[in-house]
């Protein structure tokens, strides 16, 4: 079915949930600096995702937790400077958000009012019910992030599918109907049976946006850096890989240092 796109000038939570109401499906991607951002903007990429995975593809860590705040708001400001229509949505980094309710939103009053984003995401449900509902009566709009959460990579010992059991699965729909009846605009569902994904989406109003979620949720979010082909090593199955960087900027590299050594770089006319 295709879907006539109403055009948005700018995309705010309010856009989102009338997208998922019009049919019309989100298209989020990560981005962590300022040109990327640009391009990711004017391409017309709904949401930009300010995501804690710049521990990994930007600053070589195993795993998201070591990225601290400071960290986040400047990656974040990097990015709100290059925005004209997406909406930008931070992550509140491992260690920001799970002691305490206060902490929790005096972490996102900081991206907020630091970095000019527009919504803060946090992973977790009913766990970390009473920091969501402190940050949302602030008046932060919250997306939330259930299923594979990465920040609890150490609880889960691997990377691999969620919820593909009975009671996980439950717990993943409670805590959905939960992020909804608390006021979230939206939540990410990350590595979860199609099925299930599928069921959550259809039983709330808010949009579901999938990472390895299949396609019956509200949209598709991914890493800039894995969608562009960036690294050879990740290929996990719902990755689809939109261009081949990395042999790219490798035959660039290559050409550069070899002019540069044979002499053809610079050119009579690329001087003064
Ligand atoms: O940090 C991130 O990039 C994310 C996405 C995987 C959804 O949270």
Request: net charge positive.
């Amino acid at each position: 079915m295709s879907v006539a796109k109403k055009e948005y000038k700018r995309i705010t939570t309010k856009s989102l949930v009338d997208m998922k109401q019009n049919g019309e499906k989100i298209s989020m991607l990560t981005a962590y600096d300022y040109s990327m951002a640009k391009i990711v903007d004017s391409a017309g990429i709904d949401v930009i995702l300010v995501g804690d995975s710049a521990s990994n593809v930007m600053a070589g860590h195993e795993t998201t937790l070591p990225i601290t705040l400071d960290q986040m708001i400047y990656h974040a400001t990097s990015v709100v400077r290059a925005i004209n229509r997406s909406l930008v949505v931070v992550d509140l980094p491992f260690g920001s958000y799970q002691s305490d309710p206060k902490e929790a939103l005096r972490s996102a009053i900081r991206i907020m009012k630091e970095s000019g984003a527009h919504a803060v995401k946090l992973e977790g449900g009913k766990e970390i019910k009473e920091s969501l509902k402190r940050i949302l009566h602030a008046g932060i709009p919250v997306m939330g992030h259930l299923g594979l959460t990465p920040q609890s990579i150490y609880k889960f010992g691997t990377y691999t599918v969620r919820a593909k059991e009975e009671a996980e699965a439950e717990k993943l729909k409670s805590d959905a109907k939960l992020l909804e009846k608390i006021g979230c605009f939206a939540v990410v569902l990350e590595k979860v049976p199609a099925k299930l994904a599928k069921e959550v989406a259809e039983s709330i109003r808010i949009p579901v946006i999938g990472i390895g979620a299949g396609n019956g949720v509200d949209g598709q979010v991914l890493v800039i850096h894995d969608m562009l082909g960036m690294s050879k090593e990740f290929h996990p199955r719902f990755l689809r890989r939109y261009a081949d960087l990395h042999s790219e900027m490798t035959k660039a590299f290559e050409s550069y240092r070899d002019d540069i050594k044979n002499r053809k770089f610079p050119s009579d006319k690329e001087q003064y």
